[in-house]
């Protein structure tokens, strides 16, 4: 009778355990690597599982922590948040360790048991028992190289080493078989980067290719900045390695020093995670999972087969951590490493989510994505040269569903060595989403965007305090924050896409439907525009922002206001704006001159502003801006510790700038302040405006040199060669084949990359008809004209 009370009692207790009494109360779940999954999940009793624990917090009334001993946790399968594990919004879940033990949840597999004999060369082996993916290796927690040529070379600019011969014939003829292999190759515009698996060699000895779509603009590979990774003849350096699927033998080059009897070889299995599945209808709602360390998921290069919109992006949408139909769900405070593909996505529908005081770093491709269901964008297009008939848009403003983010926010988090593997990247990517926060984030050391706006679909963001810097370090023709907006209305025929502005006011805004606040950032861009808004961009309010180096550009768009922000050592680059853009600014220091590009009117303002010296304000003038602006020294507190405040009775005081806070960009937590890089600030360079190129009259033509970034991005040429036409006169022999903005790549069969080779060119006809050859609305026009000798 006694056993049966003593059963009685403890089921009794076991019961209030898993239902506490009132809402308030809490529940500790316990999970280790040394527990059980029948035990009760206490502290001393603990389950084996994450999934074990959350069947039974499915149970369990109030509050409920699923607490981790330390260690490293690896799953063969993602932990799946569904309806089913959502929590009332006083009763929430959250997953983290037990008194600040360091838990590691890996995608890896450990190599138990392997055991190594000398190959040749350095080189060493050891057969593997299991079937595993090794898409990499780790070795120690180190990231080791798949063979490779060229060799890894940690000081390249480009791909961590490149060469214009890695997949040519003579190279391939070294490789035995070399399907399996990767190419990967920044694209022949650096607009991003594309990859293919080789699947063999054809009858002439060159590889055969596969792949290639994982850029919007598929433009092919560039010419130079290519290399070929996973070839067993290209392993012949430490710290590379090659797995043969067939054999399952793993071959390693190891460092001199390295034991490998006592390392730790490790290799990723999968690619999410943690997901959180659910739907508008039956969402996952108010769980979070906090103080992790999250590390080990395969590369998904081959996957990133998604077109967003016309964006130049494609993309894969999953990652490390996967939102969709999620509600109420944060990421705080976790560190997320080494993994091969995006850390954070938050895909189709979610609300009121967070990701904040993280550290995110040695990233494959972006930080944290959030990208809606194309099938709430009304009259959407893909790639860059679709378009839809005005007649056909669909005029309706703003989304046709909820199938996307809103209200969600990224805050404190410090990112950086992103995008190891995917250059088409950015720390944070914006797509078809609404009302993001991004704020006090630190990010630097990225190829490509800190901040990526892929289109105006729905407008709504705050993009404030956050610090970037060391972008664009292996791309071109960017920003640190960078936007496009190629929405509905949006063709890249420009002729056609002024007109259909002009014609209907206000299509602009259909989808940017609210505006997109830039305010109290600090942006450094070395390759690229601090910030650029390029394409159709729309509906901005710019002000506030400290540019270190690159600039401000706008390309044509409506409803842009630039107001209050200083650009150290650049300038303001408008480039082919709308006649009825309705752009203004005002209020803003510039380091150099304007430098305008096919700007025919100046929108609704561009007065009161700072220019470094007479000359430029003088030039602004001429062109019809400017009339309340003023100029003198820049004189700033204190540049060389970042403070560029301007000092009492600074001419740019009269004007109407008002000095901002210098001491709040990026992350707060002191944990991440302290590790966090800081930007170099330049040294001030008082100058007049950049020399003018020399221009000259073609067939009725006004032309020059295309010689700058600014005229590059404004044409969209792949590299800053050719001649580029500034206008055309009516009547001309030159105004029946040349528009404004045109770029003259070749002429009477020679190649023209500069005014020089033009005019040879021309000198050298000696018929009456010839060739032309030039480049608009980013694609090459072969042309026969008559020459009058």
């Given at each position: 009778?006694?056993?049966?009370k ?21 529940t ?10 029948s ?47 959502s ?34 060369n350095?080189i ?7 079937d595993?993916v ?5 070795v120690n927690g ?49 607009w991003?980067d594309?990859h ?9 000895g ?38 043969n ?29 943690f ?10 709602k ?17 996957q990133?087969?998604?077109?967003l919109l016309?964006?130049d ?14 509600v ?11 993994l091969?593909?995006?850390a ?9 989510c967070?990701v ?10 972006s ?8 099938g ?18 669909d ?16 805050y ?17 990517e914006?797509?078809m ?38 972008t664009v ?7 640190s924050?960078?936007s ?7 063709q ?11 014609e209907?006011?206000g299509?602009a805004l ?9 305010r109290?950032?600090?942006f ?14 729309s509906n901005?309010?710019i ?10 550009k ?5 409803s ?8 150290v050592n650049?300038t ?16 803003n ?26 000359v430029?304000?003088?030039e ?14 820049l004189?700033f ?15 740019a005081?009269?004007?109407g ?19 966090a ?12 405006n950049?020399s003018?190129?020399?221009i000259?009259?073609?067939?009725g033509a006004?032309?020059?040199?295309l010689?700058t ?9 792949d ?11 009516h ?7 040349l ?21 040879e060119?021309r ?27």
């Amino acid at each position: 009778m006694q056993k049966v009370k003593n059963l009685i009692i403890t089921a009794v207790l076991f019961a209030a355990f898993l239902w506490p009494v009132g809402s308030n109360a809490q529940t500790n779940l316990y999970v280790s690597l040394s527990g059980n999954d029948s035990n009760p999940g206490t502290q001393s009793k603990p389950f084996a599982s994450i999934n074990r624990a959350m069947i039974t917090a499915r149970k369990v009334f109030g509050t409920v922590f699923i607490r981790l001993y330390g260690g490293t946790y690896y799953l063969s399968d993602p932990v799946v948040f569904s309806a089913a594990d959502s929590r009332k919004d006083n009763e929430p879940l959250t997953l983290t360790t037990v008194d600040h033990q360091e838990v590691i949840i890996s995608g890896g597999a450990k190599l138990d048991g392997l055991n190594w004999t000398a190959y040749k060369n350095g080189i060493w082996q050891a057969k593997v028992g299991h079937d595993f993916v090794f898409d990499e290796l780790f070795v120690n927690g180190k990231l080791q190289h798949m063979a490779r040529y060229p060799n890894y070379d940690p000081s390249a600019q480009f791909l961590g080493g490149a060469a214009a011969d890695a997949i040519s014939k003579e190279r391939a003829a070294r490789w035995k078989s070399p399907a399996g292999g990767y190419v990967h190759a920044l694209h022949s515009a650096r607009w991003g980067d594309f990859h293919y698996i080789i699947t063999g060699k054809d009858s002439s000895g060159n590889p055969i290719l596969e792949g290639g779509w994982q850029n919007n603009r598929r433009s092919g590979m560039h010419e130079k900045y290519r290399y070929v990774e996973n070839v067993f003849e290209e392993l012949d350096t430490v710290n590379e390695w090659f797995y043969n699927k067939k054999t399952k033998i793993l071959y390693y080059f190891p460092p001199k020093g390295l034991d490998l009897k006592t390392a730790k070889f490790e290799t990723p299995q999968i690619a999410h995670l943690f997901e959180f599945k659910g739907t508008e209808e039956k969402p996952v709602k108010n769980i979070a999972i906090s103080g992790l360390t999250l590390t080990g998921t395969v590369r998904t290069f081959m996957q990133n087969k998604e077109p967003l919109l016309r964006s130049d992006w494609t993309i894969y949408r999953g990652g490390a951590v996967l939102y969709e139909g999620a509600v109420h769900c944060r990421l705080a405070n976790c560190v997320l490493r080494d993994l091969g593909n995006n850390a954070v996505f938050f895909s189709k529908f979610n609300r009121d989510c967070e990701v904040s005081g993280c550290r995110i770093f040695e990233i494959g491709a972006s930080g944290i994505c959030f990208v809606g269901d194309p099938g709430a964008v009304r009259s959407p297009s893909f790639e860059y040269n679709e378009y839809i008939p005005p007649a056909e848009i669909d005029r309706t403003p703003g989304p046709k569903t909820n199938n996307y983010p809103k209200d969600c926010k990224v805050y404190d988090n410090l990112m950086f060595n992103l995008g190891y593997v995917e250059k088409q990247s950015a720390g944070v990517e914006l797509s078809m989403c609404q009302d993001i926060v991004v704020s006090h984030n630190t990010i630097y050391d990225v190829p490509r965007a800190g901040i990526n706006v892929s289109e105006g679909t729905w407008g709504g963001h705050i993009i404030e305090y956050n610090d970037l810097f060391n972008t664009v370090k292996e791309t071109g023709d960017h920003g640190s924050f960078n936007s496009w907006g190629r929405d509905r209305y949006w063709q890249a025929d420009k002729k056609k896409l002024d007109s259909i502005v002009a014609e209907n006011p206000g299509i602009a805004l259909l989808d940017a439907v609210k505006p997109i606040i830039l305010r109290n950032n600090r942006f450094r861009c070395d390759h690229g525009w601090d910030i650029d808004l390029d394409d159709g961009s729309s509906n901005y309010l710019i002000y506030n922002n400290l540019c270190l180096n690159g600039g401000i550009k706008l390309r044509e768009g409506v409803s842009r206001v630039v107001e209050n922000n200083i650009m150290v050592n650049n300038t303001f680059h408008p480039h082919v704006w709308f006649k009825n853009s309705g752009d203004l600014f005002r209020h803003n220091i510039v380091g150099t001159g304007y430098l305008p590009i096919g700007i025919a009117t100046w929108g609704k303002e561009v007065d009161y502003n700072d220019f470094p010296d007479s000359v430029s304000l003088a030039e602004a003038r001429l062109r019809g801006t400017d009339s309340h602006s003023v100029h003198g020294p820049l004189t700033f507190e204190n540049p060389e510790r970042g403070d560029f405040r301007v000092k009492q009775g600074a001419a740019a005081l009269s004007a109407g700038f008002k000095n901002f806070a210098m001491d709040s960009f990026g992350v707060v937590s002191a944990r991440l302040k302290a590790i966090a890089k800081k930007p170099i600030f330049p040294a001030v360079v008082i100058a007049n405006n950049l020399s003018k190129d020399d221009i000259t009259d073609f067939m009725g033509a006004r032309v020059k040199n295309l010689g700058t970034a600014g005229e590059q991005s404004a044409t969209g040429m792949d590299q800053i060669r050719g001649v580029l036409v500034l206008s055309v006169t009516h009547g001309s022999a030159a105004s029946k084949l040349l528009q404004a903005n045109d770029v003259i790549l070749t002429f009477n069969g020679r190649q023209v990359n500069n005014l020089k080779d033009l005019l040879e060119a021309r000198s050298a006809v000696t018929g009456k008809n010839t060739e032309i050859v030039i480049f608009r609305n980013q694609h090459q026009l072969k042309q026969k004209i008559e020459i009058k000798m």
